[in-house]
Nanobody, 118 residues
């Protein structure tokens, strides 16, 4: 069983920055890859960024140059640094991981809301 807990969301003005955290427990954190997704209600979840167990990070084209994914294995935490925020970044942000076989399972956090005011 894996638990993912997001934090760090909150109201921010356009052009501002925010850092989200995803704290993980229940498994060897250093072996886990973690994704960040976001979802506007009524729409599909959009992949924002991913960081592998080997610390290789990628972000979506829509946020490239503004968002950075990083991890701190000593703290069992993955971060999403969001800079130059835009009103269209307003949504709920979730972290996710997938545990491979022999017991495959997707795990999601409950999400954290990021409203960006214009």
């Amino acid at each position: 069983q894996v638990q993912l807990v997001e934090s760090g969301g909150g109201l921010v003005q356009a052009g501002g920055s925010l850092r989200l955290s995803c704290a993980a427990s229940g498994r060897v954190f250093s072996s886990m890859y973690i994704d960040w997704y976001r979802q506007v209600p009524g729409s599909q979840r959009e992949l924002v960024g991913t960081i592998s167990s080997g610390d290789s990070a990628n972000v979506a084209d829509s946020v490239k140059g503004r968002f950075i994914v990083s991890r701190d294995n000593a703290k069992n935490t993955v971060y999403l640094q969001m800079n130059s925020l835009k009103p269209e970044d307003t949504t709920i942000y979730y972290c996710h991981t997938y545990i491979p076989p022999p017991s495959p399972m997707d795990y999601w956090g409950k999400g954290t809301l990021v409203p960006v005011s214009s």
